[in-house]
């Protein structure tokens, strides 16, 4: 594990919430109008008067708008503390870093534990589906509120860099540069096929009831089960055999089916603690917008990126094998063909994907040095 | 997928059963002694008069005694058809080809469906927890009930791999030659931990009742998200997405959590047919056997082969990520250091862990030219 960073760290922070003006409309992907629309988020550092020092941070599957410090009463910080502060990759010094929880999630933000103002009750499975795209529209909506009109740059982490590329993609006049990190620009069939096993496991505890659950016991055994496949494709064979190797958690074997090795108590506990803050429905809107998730299409790749006007800077971890390296190539490669400029950075790491968490140390070298450049083509251009 | 073998097929066969005569002992590695012991097995081909031409083959995980033939009424041929047959790598002209299905198993043998003689009941999770060296050690029973004393060959793919790999090392003066399959030596972290998420998903299912389901209804959802895992481990990326892709099952996206991609349908299809005909309780104790699997123990892995005595045919497959070509190089690598005539060939296949059960045309080569050198130097040594 890398030393932690010894910046300084940004101290207390709370979440904050956009809603939606009456008369606004958010219209989804599929169609389907989101009757109202609120989106939790933080932000770290000062906004300048020309509103020209705005990051957007997007957040993976689990994460949540507390990217960094802490809230109050909390031992631990946010999510990527160690990635944003003053002196730090993202420098609270000299950005205004911004993070939201994505709809369709269960920390603040519109999703399926939202009271449905209707019934109100939880929508439930009522929630409609929600792709990356009706995420980034949401965030879309927030900065619009905050008056941004272009990012200085949108970065994100696996699901998060999903949201990156699409915004790129998608509001090309409104970034001046995108850091997809440890992601893909669609997801492929073995993708999908963890998120569905995840998906099984959750509908089918009982207890999940259709998505119906609210007033009872929740789908924890499903959610746990789900939670555990997913961090088996987080780590690395190489990371996950120095941690635990084939090390007991007692003296000797116990011929029982009780947690014998520490690897089969690590995912316990893992599992456990995640159904303790997250929502097993979310679980099913957020891992089916990243199965959603295709910026190719019926097409070569390289037509998806045409329009696009923001730098990039990619990065990829070697022993990353659920967004492998192959994946972030593609999208060099058909940036390139477009000739955007862009940077592939690979680092090595054991971490597996979990890497993007954990590897803070040579992340922040390339992101500094790539905001500060960007930083540079942007006040040269005013 | 290769094109299945024009060879002559073996015909009908039918299952065969050895059953422990009183008096007799069956004492596990756990200590716990065995109250009665059965072993369904299959023979295919004759067994000549020196008794010499024996060849076993171990199966994995899900398979059985059926390796090949039909039984009568059946459209799909046993597990293994393609390699055993007269003519075929295993060629049953030659050989007398055994197969038996594993003690903890639910085909035939003795395991947690099986009657407790003390109670008249299914055993459930009071059957003993039983480990790679007490299949071995059944099948030792049933070769001496049978007369053999030494095999031509051991083979196996997966968990099969294990078994003959555990036969070298345990009866070294009962095993001419040695064929692991796309296996290894100990079960790694990665390895134990998809073990223990799919009998996590079994013991979460509230049907699972702590073992006690047999006069109810099975735990069958957990046993078909198991599965569901299971598959995606035994497919390459390349091979889901070549087989795959992001093809829908429908015209378009639904936008709902119904069966959208052809992977999830393939998925949900192999996890609904897979309950069907395996139990519950088995899939926890033959992956705990798995799990415990561990040749190297405390100690270099060249100590492990010290006193062995076979020749081996080593096989791994290029795109199996769940038993690597790695594991596969570190027991060549380590029989070598004992001086053991050994022959490595990693076959380039996109198909994953399934390759050891598609790739037979190659297989077919490298078996049916190893056999032939083994039965020419045991001949020769007589």
Redesign the interface.
């Known amino acids: 594990m890398p030393h932690k960073s010894e910046s300084e760290n940004i101290g207390f922070v709370e979440p904050k919430y956009y809603v939606m003006p009456e008369g606004e409309e958010f219209v989804l992907e599929?169609g389907?109008k989101l009757p109202e629309l609120k989106v939790c988020y933080e932000t770290y550092g000062e906004l300048n008067e020309r509103k020209s020092n705005a990051v957007l941070i997007c957040h993976a599957l689990s994460g949540d708008a507390h990217a960094a410090g802490f809230h109050q009463g909390d031992k631990k910080p946010g999510w990527w503390d160690d990635m944003i502060g003053p002196g730090k990759a993202f420098d609270t010094d000299k950005y205004f870093v911004i993070c939201s929880n994505v709809i369709g999630g269960c920390k603040g933000s519109s999703g399926p534990n939202s009271i449905d103002p209707s019934t109100g009750k939880p929508y439930g499975?009522s929630f409609?589906?929600v792709s990356i795209g009706d995420m980034m529209n949401a965030q879309k909506k927030l900065l619009d509120s905050l008056g941004i009109k272009k990012l200085l740059s949108v970065c994100g982490g696996s699901m998060g860099g999903m949201q990156a590329l699409q915004w790129a993609v998608s509001y090309p006049e409104a970034v001046a540069s995108c850091m997809p990190i440890a992601t893909t620009y669609?997801?492929?069939?073995?993708q999908?096929?963890?998120g569905?096993?995840g998906?099984?496991?959750i509908?089918?505890?009982?207890a999940w009831n259709g998505g119906d659950y609210y007033e009872k016991d929740h789908p924890s055994?499903?959610l746990?089960?789900a939670r555990?496949?997913g961090?088996?494709t987080y780590?690395s064979?190489e990371s996950?055999?120095k941690?635990?190797?084939?090390v007991l958690k007692k003296e000797k074997?116990g011929?029982?089916?009780s947690t014998e090795?520490e690897?089969?108590g690590y995912?316990?506990y893992r599992?456990d603690s995640f159904v303790k803050r997250f929502d097993a429905n979310s679980y099913?809107y957020v891992t089916?917008a990243m199965?959603?998730f295709?910026l190719q299409e019926d097409r070569k790749l390289y037509h998806a990126f045409k329009g696009v006007k923001s730098r990039f800077l990619v990065i990829a971890f070697s022993s990353d094998?659920l967004y492998?390296p192959f994946q972030s190539k593609e999208i060099v490669k058909a940036l390139k063909m477009n000739g955007i400029d862009v940077t592939y950075c690979e680092i090595s790491s054991d971490y597996g994907h979990d890497a993007f968490l954990l590897e803070f140390v040579e992340e922040t070298k390339l992101v500094s040095h790539f905001l500060e450049r960007t930083r540079k083509k942007v006040e040269k251009h005013k």
Do not use: C, T
């Open positions: 599929s389907v499975l409609p589906i669609k997801h492929s069939a073995q999908i096929a963890f569905e096993v998906r099984q496991a509908m089918s505890d009982p055994a499903g746990a089960v555990m496949i961090h088996i780590m064979n996950m055999e941690k635990f190797g084939r074997l011929y029982e089916f090795f690897v089969e995912l316990r599992g099913l089916k199965d959603y295709d094998w492998p």
